[in-house]
């Protein structure tokens, strides 16, 4: 009976040796596909296992992190003045996730990105216990406070995006009405509550939407100074004072409909200066259409146009549309018809001029940290476009200056500072029916030259009555106060 | 006790174990790492997670000790011939096994659970009868040859252990598989283990009466030895048992195991590899035929092929009337996480897979925590008491003893592939458990008196022959050293 018996004796070894072989598939070769995959519970709870590493604004984090009583995720994010800084932070929930910067740099902030290997090779030889990287953010937290109170304090919905010319550094970016991230961070039945209670379903005025990047709205007159822009850059007019030559009323082309002006206001054949100080829509319905649809399309792409804009957060792509018949472009060169733009678009025209005609591509992370504050990545000021020549920028400067000095945009005045603006008061919905939009768009300018801070702000009013919303009344007063709160933090 | 460890005479040659030492010692030597391993590890899994080691480390300790010292003893009094090895490498599985499910116990996600009860306390008291059983084994049974007395009466007392489950009222269906009964007062036993032992001890028996008339009234057919019409008879029935198990039962490890158990001993038995070919043909009809109509083999065996899909099927409100569960999805991702290393004892998240993590499923929490390293040197530790046992079918020397060592050997390897084979994803899943690991007295006990009876067979196979007949050949050349 032995002969079998040892047969018996290699086929249990061959189980054995299939065992081995299966369980060094399992735990070897599939380990890291089982180990990562999002299904595994194991990997929301090694993400929640240590603190969370901060998100800095002017070096104070506006994060923190404490530990939950219940459930196997050990820490749970909080947020300072979670409403104001939603924007920028985004949010991080063991039951919903994360957005924004809490997702983009979660790596970082997890301290389980690959530039942090080294370290926490080096953490767990000595033993100490993993820990998460910082995110510094470029924002500026007076500008943002003046701005999320500005916004506040209106009441509506609104939005606010404020820029550094020179490097496109994100000062402030708000949005109004906003939510507290930390109502909903942990993984209880109270988070999911909050949760649903924000979502847009059951929140109309949509408190988790980002109008700051992710809402595109009629820019309205605003836009004149990109049409302005693509007068002088394409050489239609060479200076600001030159006679425009343009009729009033201004018959579209194709069309017996005249281009209306807001009000009785002298626009007839006035210069460029004079119809941006007006908000003239006969003269720049006029510029668009005499330039025609490919160059204000060019200009307008320049000037970030057509282009999603990574901050590194996304932001909607503006719009200035193509393949339009002449009284279309008109229409879309005073900001109507379809041209739509984020308020960080709108931010980049006015920072652009500011700049000498230079647009910076708007960033919102200064610098990545690992967790003992070494530098893991800075961001270096990147040039996007040069939308204007530095002559023609000055003189659109002035042309804006002026608007801020004698035009519709006195609100924003700051003393001992030379401010340059432009309102704009858009039409939307059926037949013009919805309230307005009321736009502002500046920036401010130190007696060196040199420019600290563009603006640009849009309010959607709809317990306003219409008359009372313009660019002028409603949203400069917020930019004033927003680059005032820049300007002094400079000191 | 070790007289003849240093016996003057060496009849170099004589087959056989005459004038071996008993090696007791060396399995005390063994006993203190099987022992010791635990209780490191018991105090690591206190350390990792609760930062202090576990109050009650001594008491285990000396409590494991004693238990390990009960059961030498027993073998050095009663067995003293018996395997080194075997003694000691189900002391350490044992212990490990106590020290997981202890560990286990601290989980806060399985004490949030309904039904939760501390486990480790009461399978340390299942270890203690396994213990008593073990040794119970080797006090009474002095010579195996007196199962085969028993071979009929083995085969009905294997027939009511696994007809017991389906008896209404005593049977209990748990996860769909039928393999349980609840005694009022004692709990849920598991007769099929039990079942497995007796069932061997009938086969070892009837074989070896019969083994001839398989063996040699065959033809042959293309190169194989077909029986003859009316010797298919046992092994048809058995196949017919296993058939009705795996029906009435729904349990397709149990019915595998003993199928395959009786086709093993068959073929030692018979000597006939054409036993082999019909085995594995008839299990292949038996659950393909069976899986085509049987609702439960057919989710245990969809949920095998796609565990991703059974994991989301169980994560929303399905209406196909199947249960279904994310145990093995979560088994293999306990495997997946473990990696080569294993997160260390303790660290790890096995008690996601909830339900029977520390029976079922228990060998993924030593996937988790030990790693790959951990698994391979737990497989390698059940190869060789699975070698052991077969070591000792070899060295018995009367054929009752072989067939009884072999079966049982088989059978504890077809277990340990059963289920290992299905926590990983292998094979489809059953409702069997891994041997002195997880978590239920059926088990431990059946297990220990397994043991018991291997070692009780080697302890014979081992023994020095009585005053051995002097070999004329040898004397010849023996040298007659000046002393």
């Known amino acids: 009976m032995n002969k079998p018996l040892r047969r018996i004796a290699i086929f249990c070894g061959l189980l054995v040796l299939a065992l081995l072989i299966r369980d060094n598939y399992l735990q070897y070769v599939k380990a890291d596909e089982l180990a990562g995959q999002k299904d595994n519970r194991r990997v929301a709870i090694e993400r929640y296992a240590h603190p969370r590493g901060d998100i800095i604004v002017d070096g104070n984090p506006i994060t923190g992190s404490v530990e939950s009583k219940s459930g196997d995720f050990k820490y749970r994010r909080t947020y300072k003045d979670g409403p104001m800084w939603a924007p920028v932070t985004g949010y991080s929930s063991q039951a919903f996730d994360a957005n924004q910067l809490e997702k983009i740099e979660d790596g970082i902030l997890t301290g389980n990105d690959d530039r942090l290997f080294f370290r926490n090779t080096l953490d767990m030889i000595t033993g100490k216990p993993r820990q998460g990287g910082n995110v510094v953010t470029t924002l500026n937290a007076a500008a943002q406070k003046a701005a999320y109170d500005g916004l506040k304090s209106r009441g509506g919905k609104g939005a606010v995006v404020a820029l550094e010319p020179s490097t496109g550094k994100i000062l402030a970016l708000a949005s109004y009405p906003s939510y507290d991230p930390s109502s909903f961070s942990g993984n209880t039945n109270t988070d999911a509550k909050n949760w649903n209670k924000v979502q847009k379903k059951n929140d109309p005025a949509d408190p988790t939407l980002n109008r700051a990047l992710r809402e595109t709205y009629p820019p309205g007159s605003t836009f004149k100074v990109v049409t302005a822009a693509a007068a002088l850059e394409n050489g239609l007019y060479k200076s600001a004072d030159e006679k425009t030559n343009s009729p009033l009323p201004w018959i579209m082309p194709g069309t017996t409909t005249p281009l209306k002006n807001e009000g009785n206001i002298q626009c007839r054949d006035v210069s460029l200066r004079e119809a941006l100080r007006l908000s003239c829509n006969s003269v720049f319905g006029k510029v668009g259409s005499d330039l025609g649809n490919d160059k204000m399309l060019e200009e307008a792409k320049k000037f970030g146009f057509d282009a999603e804009q990574f901050t590194p957060v996304r932001s909607n792509a503006s719009v200035f549309s193509d393949n339009m018949n002449k009284s279309q472009t008109a229409l879309s060169s005073i900001g109507q018809y379809n041209t739509a733009a984020t308020p960080l678009q709108m931010a980049m025209v006015a920072s652009a001029v500011a700049n000498d005609g230079k647009l910076m591509q708007p960033y919102m992370v200064d610098e990545l940290q690992s967790p003992n504050v070494d530098p893991v990545e800075k961001t270096q000021p990147k040039e996007l476009s040069r939308p204007l020549s530095p002559a023609n920028a000055q003189i659109l400067q002035g042309m804006m200056e002026t608007v801020v000095k004698s035009g519709t945009g006195t609100k924003a005045q700051i003393p001992n500072v030379v401010v340059g603006g432009k309102t704009g008061t858009a039409q939307h919905g059926v037949a013009n029916s919805a309230n307005p939009y009321a736009w502002f768009i500046s920036y401010a300018k130190l007696p060196d030259g040199s420019s600290p801070v563009a603006v640009a702000v849009v309010i959607e009013d709809e317990s306003a009555n219409r008359d009372d919303i313009s660019g002028g009344g409603l949203a400069a007063p917020i930019a004033k106060n927003v680059m005032n709160a820049v300007i002094n933090s400079k000191k | ?483």
């Open chain 2, 1 to 483: 006790m070790s007289s003849t460890s240093n016996s003057p005479t060496h009849h170099t040659s004589t087959i056989g174990a005459i004038g071996a030492p008993s090696r007791r010692n060396t399995e005390l030597a063994l006993l203190v790492f099987a022992v010791a391993i635990p209780v490191f590890a018991y105090a690591n899994v206190g350390l990792a997670i609760n930062s202090h080691v576990p109050a009650g480390l001594l008491e285990y300790g000396l409590g494991l000790g004693l238990l390990a010292g009960v059961a030498h003893l027993a073998v050095r009094k009663f067995a003293p011939y018996a395997d080194p090895l075997l003694l000691p490498l189900a002391t350490l599985l044992n212990g490990l096994g106590l020290v997981v499910i202890w560990r286990l116990d601290q989980s806060r996600l399985l004490q949030s659970l309904p039904h939760f009860a501390p486990s480790a306390p009461r399978q340390l008291l299942y270890t203690a009868l396994g213990i008593a059983m073990f040794s119970a084994v080797l006090i009474f049974l002095k010579d195996h040859r007196v199962l085969q007395r028993y071979t009929y009466i083995s085969m009905f007392c294997a027939l009511v252990l696994l007809i017991l489950p389906l008896v209404p009222g005593l049977g209990a269906d748990i996860y769909g598989a039928k393999i349980w009964i609840r005694v009022p007062g004692l709990g849920s036993l598991q007769p099929g283990e039990f079942a497995k032992i007796v069932l061997a001890i009938f086969f070892a028996g009837y074989l070896m009466v019969k083994r001839d008339a398989l063996a040699l009234a065959s033809r042959r057919f293309m190169g194989l030895y077909l029986p003859r019409g009316r010797d298919l008879g046992p092994i048809l029935v058995v196949w017919a048992i296993s058939i009705l198990i795996l029906v009435f039962e729904t349990d397709l490890g149990t019915s595998l195991l003993f199928f395959g158990m009786f086709v093993i001993m068959l073929y030692v038995a018979t000597e006939r590899t054409s036993w082999i070919v019909f085995g594995l043909l008839m299990s292949a009809v038996g659950a393909v035929g069976v899986a085509s109509f049987e609702s439960h083999i057919q989710t245990r065996v969809n949920a095998w092929l796609n565990p991703m899909r059974e994991y989301q099927l169980s994560r929303q409100i399905t209406h196909d009337g199947v249960l279904h569960s994310d145990q093995l999805q979560q088994s293999l991702w306990a495997f997946g996480s473990g990696g080569t290393l294993g997160t260390g004892w303790g660290q790890g998240h096995s008690d996601l897979i909830k339900f029977a993590a520390n029976s079922d499923f228990v060998f993924a929490t030593f996937g988790e925590e030990l790693g790959l390293a951990g698994i391979m040197a737990m497989l390698l530790i059940y190869g060789l008491i699975v070698e052991r046992g077969l070591r000792t079918a070899l060295a018995a020397r009367d054929p009752f003893g072989k067939l009884l060592a072999v079966g049982l050997s088989g059978a504890f390897a077809l277990q340990v592939f059963v289920v290992a084979g299905g926590v990983m994803g292998l094979i489809p899943l059953t409702g069997m458990t891994m041997p002195f690991l997880a978590y239920g007295g059926s088990s431990v006990l059946a297990n220990w008196a397994l043991i018991g009876i291997l070692i009780r067979i080697s302890d014979t196979a081992r023994r020095p022959a009585p005053t051995p007949a002097t070999n004329p050949d040898a004397e010849m050349t023996q040298v007659v050293r000046p002393s």
